[in-house]
């Protein structure tokens, strides 16, 4: 197929996943409406399998996605995990022993590499099953191990659809919790404000070791340029393990300590204006999956993404619970906080607003609803679907089985 043609279509799926996502408030995300479309292109044969490496997307997509993930590190706010470390520490114990639980609970019911691929990305996200994807392709994509690379995407392409409203469910019954006890007084709450991008209005700005570049320095040349040189060392110190630690969690890291330092800027590949085609070439790199998919691997698929999620869900509530108790967190909040590593952010921001909306009867019980879920729910939106999934995830393929 003609290269530019490939790539139109590739991207008009995406914008029409993108329109459809906003209308329907993400019940039907931008992922799941791609992989049925791309599936049944693939299937009628209106296009063809090729259709990726025609668009000239897979070549790039390891780097892209080393890029992206360096970028998911600068979103890290330190500052603020400290201040809600006990969000992190149960987000931790929610993907690391929730995940370790779920592999083994799940290994005997689906098999062995079925496990393993379930693990990262119900825990995570879409980088999860990136890694996933990227360890079969490095294992020279074997037959055996096709169906677990699609039961990764197939997992992150409908986990929003599942972690949305079960988590505005519980969010909800956490808000009334809420105000109930603000009416009666024993909950106390002090007055903040958080913008669109979930940081408080308050918080000051930091001092970091590199001061930030002057603005007129900030072009998309220059942070690209900057971004390029985390990844490349990232995928370097990957080498230097001989591969055991996966090039994407050290991507992660040094994106973390970049940040922090001043080197990188937050969010830096937006301010890059890199974001929109990098986003569709990571996509792609899971996507690519589907191309070697029949109708009879999907009915096969079924009952084992089912199994994943009830396997999955159900380890993560109960280590969820069984922690928060100690830290006095409600059932409802846990199992919100939960729900996170099924979409993460903005998600986590957009749940936690609509819900105060929903159940505040004023504008100070709205306030106060958000003040209470919504730091909790930003923070494990990032410790549970950037963090830790990505390295558990590196973890686990090594007992992906040929």
């Known amino acids: 197929m003609d290269g530019m043609l490939a790539l139109t279509i590739v991207c008009v799926i995406f914008a029409v996943g993108d329109f459809i996502s906003d209308r329907t408030h993400a019940v039907i995300p931008v992922l799941l409406f791609a992989t049925v479309t791309f599936l049944i292109l693939f299937w009628s044969g209106i296009v063809p399998t090729t259709l990726f490496t025609d668009a000239g997307l897979m070549p790039i997509s390891t780097m892209m996605t080393g890029l992206f993930i360096v970028n998911m590190g600068t979103l890290l706010d330190l500052k603020q995990f400290v201040e809600q470390w006990k969000v992190v520490v149960l987000g931790l114990a929610i993907v690391i022993v929730g995940g370790v639980l779920m592999f083994f609970v799940a290994r005997p019911i689906l098999g062995n590499n079925f496990a393993v691929a379930l693990v990262g990305p119900i825990t995570g996200g879409w980088v999860s099953a990136v890694v996933v994807n990227d360890a079969i392709t490095a294992l020279g994509s074997p037959e055996s191990l096709k169906l677990a690379g699609v039961l990764s995407t197939i997992i992150v392409a409908v986990q929003g659809i599942i972690g949305y409203p079960l988590a505005s469910l519980f969010l909800r019954k956490e808000a009334r919790r809420l105000v109930s006890g603000y009416q009666d007084g024993s909950i106390q709450w002090t007055r903040t404000f958080f913008d ?207």
């Open 196 to 402: 669109s991008t979930g940081k408080s209005e308050a918080q000051p700005a930091r001092k970091k070791l590199i001061p930030p570049l002057p603005e007129r320095f900030q072009t998309p040349f220059i942070l690209l340029g900057k971004s390029c040189i985390v990844a490349l060392i990232s995928f370097q110190l990957s080498l230097l393990t001989g591969g055991a630690v996966h090039k994407y969690v050290i991507c992660l890291i040094m994106g973390v300590i970049a940040q922090e330092i001043g080197f990188l800027e937050h969010d830096v590949m937006k301010k890059s204006n890199c974001y929109g085609i990098g986003l569709v070439v990571c996509m792609v790199s899971i996507l690519v999956f589907l191309t070697a998919v029949t109708p009879a691997d999907v009915a096969a698929l079924l009952p084992v993404v089912i199994g994943a999620f009830v396997i999955g869900l159900l380890s993560m509530f109960v280590i969820a619970i069984i922690v928060g108790k100690i830290f006095k967190f409600s059932w409802m909040m846990c199992c919100g906080i939960t729900c996170s590593c099924l979409f993460g952010f903005p998600g986590t921001y957009v749940v936690s607003t609509e819900v105060a909306k929903q159940v505040g009867g004023t504008e100070d019980e709205e306030q106060m609803i958000l003040d209470n879920v919504l730091p909790k729910m930003l923070v494990a939106g990032f410790i549970c679907l950037t963090v830790t999934s990505v390295i558990i995830t590196g973890i686990f393929i090594n007992y992906l089985v040929v």
